[in-house]
């Protein structure tokens, strides 16, 4: 099978840190998203920093892993258990380090706040401010890396008060033993398109064209001239000219959390995330980008619309030719759209675990009969989204047939009704479900959402061809 | 009666276009239209939707190609057969006939069960995005802004006055007053006075709930803001606000009630505070308050329960989660789910359930009896007075994903779907097998191979035999099957395989197409490789073509659907053989050059336009204005599918003369253990049975009921043969562009097969879900026509007629006095003597001849001989003694007669009436009777025979339609005793 690479934003290791609580929906939404582009027969691509310090992409590892092993043990046949050793659910690209260990070493010591590579943690938060159990982290990690052997321990004195970290440190031990494997374990490139490209697009739109991409995405008006004023202002008062992100945190870290609007430095730091997340799935070679919006559970849908935005100027940068109502129209018939929402909305389908849902994944690849008809059918469904536009109807069939099958073969975690593919996951405490379609979300649906997002897959070949600094 | 135009004298319905020209506008036609009568008002209905199906048919390169009135009448025709109104068929497939164009002619529908239930309509501009009630229609709002109303006839009418900026995301109506919200506070109001209306709202967030008394106006935001409005008022009031979207308004006079998303339903009555608030228990997924804004419906997110606040328990429940509520003027409540079904319903009483065939979103009422629902730009109005009917597995939402045509059994057609079952129907579209078979993944492609069927599916590669399980030849996904010289092929991912030779090949992409003639195996991959097989090898070629039509004496034709090209490849060398003009999503050939194509907005019969064009153009010679997703086409006929709607049709070429023959000849011949049975003008004969007409004549013989039932059932499955074998398509031939035109059907029974095949009642054949074809209307008659020997007597110039009425002096012959009183009665008027004033007791064979125009034989038969006076006379000599009367006509009313009146049509007789087996005397002469005096005014001797014939049925004769027969001289037209004379 070929590679398919697929990089999410919802493992944006910003979004769920050390301190966030086990049924927060940050932590489901990247894992839920994740078997969903597992079902397409897409890899995972992550960068090394999210591959370290994303909590939602170290506890979606843990259990992958796990599953992965026992499931394979389980085998009778060898070339059965060489088959499942091969395959990939996610694949590493590392920026400027020769493998994955080094990469987290060299993070766990930028911790000098006044350096300019000062790395700011999060799913190992606990500790950000600790120099010495940063230090203590890293000297381990690079003793492992320098004996070659996973038998050292997470260090004794942290380990009664950070349990969470021991057991991520576990994870990223299992991780790096997962990497070995050359073909999961590739070098980033730097990416065509910067930042400041997609933030210099927004600050450029003038009115008219705002409101025609706004209401395109169906972003209110007036929050993206709110936004893209915010940012003009910014700009005027000398923000960082490489456009890095932190300057779109550190406003909202700066007016605290305790909030219950939405407020303009939130969205600001939604539309810089998304654009940084394109930058990253640019650098990861990944094929195909999901981008989804940060979940929220009050209902407001602001967040959404300023994903959506950040993906209106995504496409629009990328390819500008795919703009004008006739080009949408024809294009987004064949986008897939995906909707994060409470259990509840689809109280029909079941809810499983993440380690019953990967199982049950696990099992379709061990059975040589269903994982071949669905590899098959995988191919089919790429091969017509390949062709783009083309032809809509043969992409819509393959579609409706690929998540049909995908109901029948793993009952307990997929339902397919009317194009919808539907994956319900509980975390023990909370039930989520992820929806899938292509074309439009109507708006009662987003109404009812905890966060939408969008395939980018549409643009793949676009981008592969664009001039960096135009 | 002149009511703008020609009427047909059978069905009453106008026909303008006879005798003059079927570009007929609709204005004239609904012109012609009396709305108090049953027929017309279902033709006025069937026209309005047709009209509007056409004017949202979008695609204007077919309607360049098709004169507007040919669309209009193939939307009526698609219409009438999915609603069941079978003269409006008959009414459209005349005028259509008329236009000398060819068409779709609509055979059957698998939505004819609910059609009359459901009315559709495709909204042209923007996809729908809010829907409400409003004076006994609804309102529409759309993405683009703007705002319409649905009026009950299906008209769609947008108010210019109304447009909000972005998509309506609310909209509300009372008394001639609309108001309309959108996304940034976006908001529209018309029919106030000029400067007494509302002022625009504030431009917070998006307006999500709105609701107007006619007077005041209260609208709700996504943040949570509420506004209110009142005659009078400067500007907009604010009310305490929560931090969740507003789901539902009430407005009661100066009282507002609302229920927002996070489960609270508020009412505030003036004042700085709510007056009342309470919990509804979650959060909720939709509500809805009544028209007095009083009381609230509301589902809670994860509960498919339809609750009324303030009541304990839920009024009802769904399968799946509620998508809307909404109620009626006068208290109704309505409730849509994703179980794919409306509920409807007082609270507290058990509300009816309607299945829509998918997800309905939120509903609206259009007055008491009507829901519009809305997908994207299609609307769909519901008529809740006829959902009592509905079929609870009709909502299966199992859609269908292939069609393929039975060649082994013309009509026939077999159907898979996208969870694997398939399912056989037959030519009326009705399932033929009761148990479906599966093959538990979606079915991509069905082929006739042998006995049985190949299935490609996403489950493998599987070989059907309908009745038994399907067996699995091949693991993987197989998008394509084909039978190739007897060998099943088989395409499995990027492999096509023949297991039986052993042959497997791999392509460098998935393999989507498969097709084959005796002598080559064509095989396109979805990159463009196209590998062939024949005798001398396999050969690999790369196209940039995407679509693998057919394999026809040894030339693949391919279709590049980006260059709209249809390209023939035949060694080596290939030809652009068609240009399409619309890119169709599925193409198949039809016959010969046709081919029949499905688009999302319509279906299209292309043929080539100029053979010497390089390349050729095509041209759509007929097109329906309703979209399909996969289609199966062959030898004239269609069937499409989308989603769960099956439609059959016949491709139907009308001839240049379009008046119609009003005959179609049968002439069925023993052809081994068959009766060839070759209808009309079509080349392939229907094949029936011998065996089962064999025991048919057993069972029309036999007097139980039980019996006779089992004879009208098997008569009804041989007719269903007979119907869908190409009888339907020449009735519609023979009626041409009158509807109302009888039609005759001319029984031909070659000498050598009369022993098999007379003795068969023919005239009790008939479609199974349709009337005996005498009883149709307008009729379908039978004769059973004879070559005669010497000539027919000349038609006499005599001003009266002279009518002989004979019997045998056998007592039980006793009624024949009480027929010939009546029978003197009913001539009275017809200019005829009756001779001697008195049945005439025949005492042998000297008695039969005397002159007479008219004669009835009253006499015990059999099938050689008659008794007269107690003697048995051989047929001859009886034949041939009542020939010597010269009679025109004679009726023999005598058991098993019928060897007898063949016999007197071969001597000269123009029409003669015998009884195929035993036949009551005491009973039949209210037949006799009829089709006497019917000819004797002129009216043709077969139209007399069906009226004769009901009347008799009628009498109280349930069996015995199959018992008289008509005999005609060969080219008789029937007129026995022309009128004029």
Same mark, same amino acid.
């Given at each position: 099978?070929?590679?398919?690479? &697929? ?69 009778? =046949? ?28 060299? %993070? ?50 942290? !380990? ?99 909030? /219950? ?41 602001? *967040? ?33 759209? #995906? ?91 909370? @039930?989520? &479900?992820?929806? +899938? ?19 980018? /897959? ?5 981008? =592969? ?6 | ?85 079978? +003269? ?7 005028? *259509? ?125 996504? $943040? ?103 109620? $009626? ?65 009709? #909502? ?21 779907? =996208? ?21 538990? #993944? ?9 006995? #049985? ?7 493998? !590669? ?16 197989? %998008? ?46 979805? /990159? ?39 390209? @023939? ?137 039980? +019996?006779?039932?089992?004879?009208? /059932? ?48 023919? =005239? ?89 125009? &008219? ?127």
């Amino acid at each position: 099978m070929p590679d398919r690479l &697929v990089f999410h934003e919802s493992f944006d290791s910003t979004r769920a840190t050390a301190a966030t609580t086990r049924d927060d929906p940050n932590l489901a939404q990247g894992q839920i998203e994740a078997v969903i582009s597992l079902l397409l027969g897409r890899s995972l691509a992550v960068n090394n920093t999210y591959a370290l310090d994303s909590r939602t992409f170290l506890e979606l590892a843990d259990v992958m892993l796990t599953v992965r092993n026992r499931v394979i043990g389980e085998q009778k =046949e060898e070339a059965t258990r060489e088959r499942l050793g091969a395959s990939m659910p996610f694949v590493l690209f590392r920026w400027g380090q020769p493998n994955f260990l080094a990469a987290c070493v060299d %993070q766990f010591r930028r911790h000098d706040h006044e350096a300019r590579n000062y790395f700011r943690m999060s799913a190992w938060e606990d500790i950000n401010e600790d120099v010495a159990a940063r230090t203590a982290i890293a000297d381990a990690l690079e003793r492992v890396l320098t004996r070659e052997h996973y038998d050292e321990p997470f260090p004794a004195t942290l !380990a009664t008060d950070h349990p969470l970290l021991a057991r991520q440190y576990e994870t990223v031990l299992r991780l790096d033993a997962y990497f070995k494997n050359p073909d999961f374990d590739r070098t980033a490139r730097a990416p065509k398109i910067a930042l400041k490209t997609y933030v210099k697009k927004l600050v450029g739109l003038d009115d008219l064209a705002l409101g025609d991409l706004a209401d395109e995405k169906r972003c209110p008006r007036d929050l993206a001239v709110q936004v893209r004023d915010a940012v003009r202002e910014g700009l005027r008062r000398g923000l960082d000219p490489n456009f890095v992100r932190g300057w779109a945190h550190d406003a909202v870290n700066a007016q605290g959390t305790d909030r /219950d609007e939405v407020t303009l430095p939130e969205l600001v730091r939604e539309f810089v995330d998304t654009a940084y997340n394109g930058v990253l799935a640019d650098s990861a070679h990944a094929e195909f980008e999901y981008m989804s919006s940060v979940p929220r559970l009050d209902g407001r849908d602001e *967040l959404k619309y300023m994903n959506a935005l950040a993906l209106g100027v995504i496409r629009t940068t990328r390819d500008p030719a795919a703009t004008g109502r006739e080009a949408v129209a024809e294009r987004i018939t064949t986008r897939m759209s #995906g909707l994060l929402s409470a259990g509840s909305v689809l109280p029909g389908i079941p809810a499983e675990s993440l380690d019953r849902i990967l199982t049950e994944y696990w099992g379709l690849l061990a059975d040589p009969d269903r994982s071949r008809s669905w590899a098959q059918s995988i191919d089919l469904l790429h091969e017509e989204l390949g062709r783009g536009a083309v032809d809509v109807p043969a992409f819509r069939d393959a579609w409706r047939g690929h998540i049909a099958q995908l109901a029948r073969d793993l009952p307990r975690v997929v339902a397919a009704n009317d194009g919808e593919l539907a994956v319900t996951m509980s975390n023990g405490t909370t @039930e989520f &479900v992820q929806t +899938q379609q292509l074309g439009e979300i109507e708006r009662a649906a987003l109404d009812n959402a905890l966060a939408a997002g969008e395939h980018l /897959d549409d643009l793949r070949d676009v981008a =592969e061809g664009l001039d960096p600094d135009a | 009666m002149d009511r703008g135009g020609t009427t047909s004298r059978r069905t009453g319905l106008p026909t303008p276009w006879l005798g003059g020209s079927p570009e007929i506008g609709l204005p004239v036609l609904l012109a012609g239209l009396d709305p108090a009568d049953q027929e017309d008002a279902e033709l006025a209905t069937a026209l309005r939707y047709a009209e509007a199906r056409v004017q949202d048919y979008r695609s204007e390169l077919l309607r360049r190609r098709l004169p507007e009135h040919v669309l209009l009448g193939q939307a009526v025709l698609d219409l009438a057969v999915e609603w069941r109104m079978p +003269q409006v068929e008959r009414w459209a497939v005349a005028w *259509l006939t008329a236009s000398g164009l060819p068409f779709l002619r609509t055979r059957w529908s698998s939505r004819s069960r609910n059609g009359r239930q459901r009315r559709e309509r495709q909204l042209r501009e923007g996809t729908v995005s809010a829907l409400v009630g409003y004076n006994g229609a609804a309102l529409i709002g759309t993405t683009t802004g703007a705002v319409s109303t649905w009026a009950v006839d299906g008209t769609i009418a947008e108010l210019p006055s109304l447009l909000v900026g972005g998509r309506v995301l609310t909209v509300a109506g009372r008394d001639g007053r609309i108001v309309a919200g959108g996304p940034n506070g976006a908001f529209a109001a018309s029919g106030w006075p000029p400067g007494a209306g509302p002022p625009a709202p504030e431009r917070r967030s998006g307006i999500v709930a709105i609701a107007t008394d006619g007077e005041a106006i209260c609208l709700g935001q996504e $943040s949570g803001r509420i506004a209110l409005w009142r005659p009078g008022d400067g500007g907009w009031t604010p009310l305490p606000r929560r931090a969740s979207p507003v789901r539902a308004i009430g407005l009661d006079r100066g009282t507002v009630r609302l229920v927002w998303a996070d489960g609270v339903l508020a009412v505030w009555a003036g004042g700085a505070g709510w007056a009342a608030e309470q919990q509804l228990g979650g959060r909720v997924a939709a509500a809805a308050f009544d028209r007095p804004g009083r009381q609230a419906a509301y589902a809670i997110e994860g509960r498919p329960e339809v609750r009324l606040a303030g009541r304990a328990e839920p009024l009802w429940t769904h399968g799946r989660r509620i998508t809307g509520l909404t109620w $009626s003027p006068d208290g109704l409540l309505a409730s849509a789910g994703r179980d794919g079904t409306l509920r409807a319903g007082v609270p507290g009483t058990a509300p009816v359930v309607v299945n829509v065939e998918g997800d309905p979103g939120a509903p609206a009422f259009a007055g008491e009896r009507h829901l519009i629902t809305a997908t994207g730009d299609r609307l769909c109005q519901w008529d809740l007075d006829l959902a009592g009917s509905d079929d609870p597995t009709f #909502g299966s939402a199992d859609r269908i994903t292939a069609v393929a045509f039975d060649p082994a059994d013309e009509g026939y057609s077999v159907v898979g779907t =996208e969870t694997g079952h398939l399912q056989r129907y037959d030519a009326r579209g009705l399932f033929a097998d009761w148990q479906p078979a599966t093959v538990g #993944g979606q079915v991509r492609q069905i082929v006739r191979h042998g006995e #049985g069927w190949l299935v490609a599916a996403y489950t493998g !590669a599987w070989q059907w035999q309908p009745g038994e399980r399907p067996v699995r030849l091949e693991t993987g996904f197989c %998008q394509a099957v084909t039978s190739w010289r007897g060998h099943a092929v088989l395409a499995v991912a990027d492999e096509v395989v023949i297991p039986e030779q052993g042959w497997r090949e791999t392509l460098p992409s998935t393999v989507t197409g498969l097709a084959a003639d005796g002598e080559t195996l064509a095989v396109l991959a979805r /990159d463009g490789t196209l590998l062939r097989r024949d005798e001398s090898g396999t050969t690999r070629g790369t196209t940039t073509d995407d679509m693998l039509l057919a394999v026809s004496g040894g030339a693949v034709l391919t279709v590049d659907t980006t260059a709209m090209l249809v390209r @023939e490849r035949r060694a080596g060398r290939v030809t652009a053989r068609l240009r399409l003009t619309v890119k169709p999503s599925r193409l198949v050939p039809l016959d010969g050059d046709r081919y029949a194509g499905v688009y999302a907005a319509g279906t299209a019969v292309i043929e080539p336009e100029a053979a010497d064009a390089d390349p050729p153009s095509a041209s759509v010679v007929a097109a329906l204005p309703v979209g399909a997703e996969v289609i199966a086409a062959g030898a004239g006929r269609v069937v499409t599918a989308a989603g769960l709607r099956l439609t059959g049709y016949d491709v139907v070429v009308p001839h240049a003369a379009t008046s119609g023959s009003g005959t179609v000849a049968l002439r069925p011949s023993v052809d081994g253990a068959c009766c060839a049975v070759t209808v009309g003008e079509r080349a392939e004969p229907v094949r029936l049975p011998l065996a089962d007409l064999a025991k048919l004549v057993v069972l029309a013989g036999k007097k139980r009921v039980d +019996q006779q039932t089992q004879a009208v /059932d098997l008569a009804g499955r041989l007719g269903d043969q007979l119907w869908s074998g190409g009888l339907d398509v020449e009735l519609d031939r023979a009626r041409g562009d009158d509807p109302g035109r009888p039609v005759r059907l001319d029984l031909r029974i070659r000498a050598e097969d009369q022993a098999e095949l007379a003795d068969v009642p023919w =005239e009790l054949l008939h479609p199974r879900t349709g009337p005996l074809a005498w009883f149709d209307d307008p009729p379908v008659s039978m004769v059973r026509l004879v070559a005669p020997e010497v000539p027919t007597a000349a038609e006499p110039v005599a001003p009266r007629r002279r009518m002989l009425v004979l019997r045998d002096a056998d007592d039980a012959l006793n009624p024949v006095t009480e027929a010939y009183e009546e029978l003197r009665r009913r001539t009275r008027r017809v200019a005829v003597t009756l001779l001697h004033g008195t049945p005439l007791r025949a005492n042998g064979l000297a008695d039969l001849r005397e002159p007479a125009d &008219v004669v009835h034989l009253w006499a015990h038969a059999e099938p050689d001989v008659v008794r007269l006076n107690g003697v048995g006379l051989p047929n001859d000599q009886v034949a041939a003694a009542l020939a010597e009367t010269g009679a025109r006509l004679i009726v023999l009313v005598g058991c098993s007669s019928s060897a007898l009146a063949r016999r007197l049509v071969r001597l000269g007789v123009e029409a003669v009436v015998g009884m195929r087996i035993a036949v009551y005397n005491t009973t039949v002469h209210t037949l006799v009777e009829e089709v006497t005096t019917a000819t004797l005014r002129g009216v043709p001797v077969d139209r007399a025979f069906t009226v004769a014939l009901r009347r008799y049925v009628l009498s109280g004769q349930p069996a015995a339609a199959g018992v008289p027969l008509l005999y005609l001289r060969e080219g008789s037209t029937g007129a026995v005793f022309p009128a004029a004379s």
